[in-house]
């Protein structure tokens, strides 16, 4: 269990996602660039087998960006991308696709 002031530290923000692309040598992950407002950054997500590149780009999706960047096949990840499933399925965590939200917009 952690406490409320633990989750508070946790920061989410909603993101475009500009472009996706396979990573050479893996078939789990994705480098997506997003647009978080302020700033775009490039995010390796582990959801290849649930989407196609193309399928992600100009989508809405809720990011990690206080996450410390990690590297990943040689390619750093700034950031991390929520979804949901069992491994079998897996859905992006996203705004209510009729409420169109400025990229950056925060999650609470």
Known sequence: ???IDDFKKVEMK????LSAEPIEGSDKLLKLQ???GSEQR?????I???????DLV????VI???LEPR???GLESQGMVLAAGDGEVVSLLAPDPDKDLPAGSGVR
């Open 1 to 3: 269990m952690i406490t």
């Open 34 to 36: 997003v647009d978080l």
């Open 48 to 54: 290849a087998k649930h989407y196609q590149p193309s």
């Open 64 to 66: 990690i960006t206080n």
């Open 14 to 17: 909603i993101g475009r996602v």
């Open 42 to 46: 490039q995010i390796l997500s582990g």
């Open 58 to 61: 100009g989508r809405q999706i």
């Open 71 to 73: 590297v990943m096949m």
